[in-house]
């Protein structure tokens, strides 16, 4: 079974701090996803990366940066923390997918919430 | 980006009945996902299901791609099947997939 585990099940921290929080996949999969999770909005996706150091912005990048330096691990920065970027933190993992999708199947970690005080 | 809407946005069942969950897009897709969503907030894939028609127990669903619709279709439902179901879909080009805001189901007993 696919097993994508994130660092921290919840988080707390105050205005202005760097937050990192960790993805880690087993599966050996291409892409890897960021997402925020709001009420009434659904999940949006921040960052992904389709391969090892390759990232591309997602609908909502801005307050945050990510890190793929090897295959199996996906990190993703706020750099300054703000209380809107309290929420819950999705990560996921797919294989690369054949014909005429580029995506196969997402595997979604368990989450983090994050709370910015 | 495209839009994906989902109907009802909730729903609330008596143990053992039936129901239909839409999903409806706004421009033609490659993939698309149907996803639950438990209490504890952890999603599962339940269908990558781009085109036709898929079964999986009490779960089945249907993409009907040209004409921009899918529909999961949950038989004799059971208190463990609350939770949210989202429908994510995949644009022609890129790594990403595009969720609706959900469908929020209770099941009583």
């Known amino acids: 079974d696919v097993k994508v585990t994130q660092s921290s099940r919840y988080l707390v921290k105050r205005t202005g701090e760097k937050v990192f929080l960790e993805c880690v996949q087993d599966?050996?999969?291409?892409?890897m996803f960021w997402y925020r999770q709001d009420p009434g909005l659904g999940l949006r996706l921040i960052y992904f990366?389709?391969?090892?150091?390759?990232?591309e912005k997602g609908d909502i990048p801005e307050g945050y940066s990510v890190s793929r330096e090897k295959k199996e691990r996906f990190s993703l920065i706020l750099e300054s923390a703000s209380t809107n970027q309290t929420s819950m933190y999705l990560c996921?993992?797919?294989?690369?997918?054949?014909?005429?999708?580029?995506?196969?199947?997402?595997?979604f970690g368990p989450g983090t919430r994050l709370t910015v005080l | 980006g495209i839009q994906v809407e989902q109907s009802p946005p909730d729903l609330i069942l008596q143990e053992g009945a039936n129901s239909t969950l839409r999903c409806n897009f706004s421009d033609s897709v490659n993939n698309l996902q149907w996803f639950h969503q438990n209490p504890w907030g952890q999603l599962i894939n339940l269908f990558y299901i781009p085109s036709g028609t898929k079964q999986n127990g009490r779960l089945s669903a249907t993409t009907v791609a040209t004409e921009r619709y899918s529909l999961l279709y949950i038989s004799s439902s059971q208190t463990t099947d609350s939770g949210v179901y989202f429908c994510a879909v995949e644009r022609g080009t890129g790594n990403q997939f595009y969720f609706g805001t959900g469908t929020s189901l209770t099941v009583i007993p």
């Open positions: 599966m050996d999969h291409e892409n």
């Open positions: 996921a993992s797919s294989r690369r997918g054949q014909g005429t999708g580029s995506t196969d199947t997402q595997y």
């Open positions: 990366s389709y391969d090892v150091k390759m990232k």
